[in-house]
């Protein structure tokens, strides 16, 4: 791929992509937020205040989270806003790996790939735990 090619793919897709998914983000966070206003206004203070007397809330699982999402449940709904906004780096560090790929510049293909496994990882270990 000629260099000129390369910098035309980053000027104008990466911004993008980088803008699709963060207007995604803040409609679902927004909705979340209306949601959360309009439908359970004390879901946080009640959620702390059984933290406080010891009535620790288990994990969700994700099939759990959209079934919630689609029950219209605010938390659920603004929980898939802040995955949606994890996506922002990890597409960034995608799609700069795919073009290092094509362009067959090893050294950033193994830089870029160490980064998107610490990424991945650290998504997937913030999940588990």
Not at 6 to 20: A, C, G, K, Q, V
Not at 76 to 90: D, E, M
Not at 96 to 114: N, W
């Amino acid at each position: 791929m000629p260099k000129q090619e390369e910098d035309r793919i980053l000027r104008e897709w990466t911004p993008i992509l980088l803008r699709s998914i963060l207007i995604a983000a803040m409609i679902v966070l927004g909705a979340g937020l209306v949601l959360t206003y309009t439908f359970a206004p004390d879901y946080y203070v009640e959620r702390y205040q059984a933290v406080q007397h010891g009535h620790l809330i288990g994990k969700e699982t994700l099939g759990l989270l959209f079934d919630r999402v689609r029950q219209g449940n605010p938390h659920a709904v603004l929980t898939i806003g802040l995955f949606v906004l994890t996506l922002v780096p990890l597409a960034r560090v995608a799609f700069c790996f795919i073009l290092f790929i094509r362009e067959r510049d090893y050294t950033y293909v193994a830089l870029t790939a160490y980064v998107l496994a610490g990424l991945i990882v650290g998504v997937l270990a913030g999940s588990a735990g």
